[in-house]
């Protein structure tokens, strides 16, 4: 499966962004997702996951109750919705596809798409 992360863009803190991740080349409820980011000079870090039909989610604590994932299986897209954004959210966002469900173990995923940017001024 490929995926295209897109949405990012540059926001003051306080506002909201969505992202949304697009695949294409197989089945794509077949693939738990799971968004990722990675500020610079620091490790990638989990985000959210979401399970194959939407049924479970799975939240890092720094985001619970300001970003929701979600999926549209018909349209072939997950997304990140994101509220309340802070400087600290400022990172590469990634989104990572996988047949297992891996939550937040970010070797686990086969598939990874290219990143958008989210900068969150203060």
């Known amino acids: 499966v490929q995926l295209q992360a897109s949405g990012g863009g540059l926001v003051q803190a306080g506002g909201s962004l969505r992202l949304s991740c697009a695949a294409s080349?197989?089945?794509?409820?077949?693939?738990?997702m799971g968004w990722f980011r990675q500020a610079p000079g620091k490790e990638r870090e989990f985000v959210a996951a979401?399970?194959?039909?939407?049924?479970?989610?799975y939240y890092v604590d720094s985001v619970k109750g300001r970003f929701t994932i979600s999926r549209d299986n018909a349209k072939n897209t997950a997304y990140l919705q994101m509220y309340s954004l802070k400087p600290e959210d400022t990172a590469v966002y990634y989104c990572?596809?996988?047949?297992?469900?891996?939550?937040?173990?970010?070797?686990?995923?086969?598939?990874w798409g290219q990143g958008t940017q989210v900068t969150v001024s203060s």
């Open positions: 990572a596809a996988d047949t297992d469900w891996n939550a937040d173990y970010y070797r686990g995923y086969d598939y």
């Open positions: 080349g197989r089945t794509f409820s077949r693939y738990n």
């Open positions: 979401i399970s194959r039909f939407g049924a479970t989610t």
